[in-house]
């Protein structure tokens, strides 16, 4: 008796876990031909994925946890690694061999029916509740958008530590993350003193600059022919933030009908919840003479921009040299999509001094060697934030001093 096709089945747990990969767009066209059909089907399946896409961004707008289990079974089986459907030659898992996905499409390993019907079930609600989330996130504000990669990047990275170098391959190759992994297997690739993964340098700086630690700078790195050797830890945390960007993006392809009544309450929402932040005077200074660099990281943060660390360290050692105590300089940063409280509050204390080191506000320099200078024709002469708000105070009294008084 012939053996019946199990469409996609090695690929259900990875769809399930990470919806974001380009498989589940095939995997969705093969089931409902079209993304805007998905949402012209109604049936339990797709609503119970439609409502849990509502539940991602109600969690993010309300800053709570989304809670998963995700599936961390393994059905990719070496039938496919050596002779898929069709006898090709492309390599396994690389971007031709997904883009093709005959022998997932066919596939034939031997499970119960209830089974397969089970996995698939679950993969196309994680599938069609990413897709309704992207599709919500894009059509509200952009601090919602910024902050829902962010978290959304760091829910899916939990389950990175649990794959083995083939998953861990096709990740990197969706998330255009350009690699290298030696060896191949998964009990020597799992022991750190024996895994091998490079990162080519162009995928490694486009979000190295933003991570916090001196370790993430190029000059603390060893480069060898383009290439740049991580742990497990540090090569997870390189996907997450590439995830994060991939995330980041706006899905405006089409707005279904069914969106439309989400997308206004979760826009009332996310406006209720920004009009619930501390409201900042700034009474003890004054924000017309900042320098260009503090005018714009400061616009990007209220705007609900994350930040890089280099940002964020300089403006806040600025504003603590201009007398602006703790507390106000974390009520600010609450605008930020990945806003800690405990973390924030280490960090300012640590920048004002409260490890025995008060921190300087970087200079001009520094400034432009960490793409944080957003200098224009006022800077000419000037060598450091503070210097340029000094001498704007000190240009408003000349002025003030030569203005004709008014006799009453």
């Known amino acids: 008796m012939p053996k019946s096709p199990k ?25 409902f031909g079209g993304f805007e059909r998905i949402f012209e089907t109604s049936n339990r399946v797709l609503a119970e994925g439609i409502e849990k896409g509502r539940e991602i961004v109600e969690a993010i707008i ?37 883009s093709c996905s005959e022998c997932f499409r066919n596939c034939l390993l031997e499970h119960p029916t209830e089974f397969y019907r089970k996995r698939k079930k679950d993969a196309i609600i994680s599938a069609v509740s990413y897709l309704y ?34 998953i861990l391959k096709l990740l990197a190759s969706d998330l255009a993350v350009k690699s290298e992994f030696r060896p191949k297997f998964r009990s020597e690739l799992r022991s750190e003193s024996k895994s091998q993964i490079k990162v080519h340098v162009s995928s490694y700086l486009k979000v190295a600059v933003r991570l916090k630690s001196p370790n993430w700078r190029l000059l603390n790195r060893e480069l060898k022919r383009g290439y740049i050797s991580l742990n497990r830890t540090d090569f997870n945390r390189i996907l997450e933030e590439h995830l994060r960007i991939k995330l980041s993006q706006k899905e405006l392809a089409f707005v279904p009908e069914i969106a439309k009544k989400d997308i206004d309450v979760l826009k009332a929402k996310a406006a209720r919840k920004r009009e619930s932040l501390p409201k900042i005077s700034f009474e003890k200074i004054e924000i017309s003479k900042f320098p260009p660099c503090m005018r714009k990281i400061l616009a990007d943060l209220r705007a609900g921009v994350n930040l890089p660390h280099t940002a964020r360290f300089a403006l806040t050692s600025f504003l603590l040299n201009l007398g602006m105590d703790v507390d106000e300089i974390i009520s600010l940063y609450k605008t930020a999509p990945d806003f800690d409280e405990d973390k924030t509050r280490y960090q300012v204390e640590h920048i004002a001094g409260a490890k025995g080191t008060e921190y300087e506000t970087p200079s001009c320099e ?18 450091h934030p503070i210097s340029y708000y000094k001498r704007e105070l000190a240009e408003r009294k000349i002025r003030a001093k030569k203005a004709p008084k008014v006799r009453k």
């Open 133 to 166: 989330s992207r599709i919500l996130v894009s059509n509200l504000d952009d601090w919602v958008r910024r902050r829902y990669a962010i978290k959304e990047a760091e829910r899916y990275s939990k389950s990175f530590v649990l794959e083995n170098p083939l």
């Open 62 to 98: 309300e800053e709570k946890e989304f809670q998963t289990r995700p599936i961390h079974e393994d059905f990719l089986c070496i039938d496919c690694d050596v002779a898929c459907f069709k006898k090709c030659e492309k390599e396994f898992l690389s971007e031709e061999c997904i």
């Open 7 to 31: 469409p996609f089945l090695p690929f259900l747990p990875l769809i399930t876990r990470y919806p974001f990969l380009k498989i589940t767009g095939i995997f969705l066209e093969h089931e």
């Open 366 to 383: 520094t400034m432009k060697t960490y793409h944080n200078c957003f200098s224009d024709e006022s800077c000419k002469g000037i060598y």
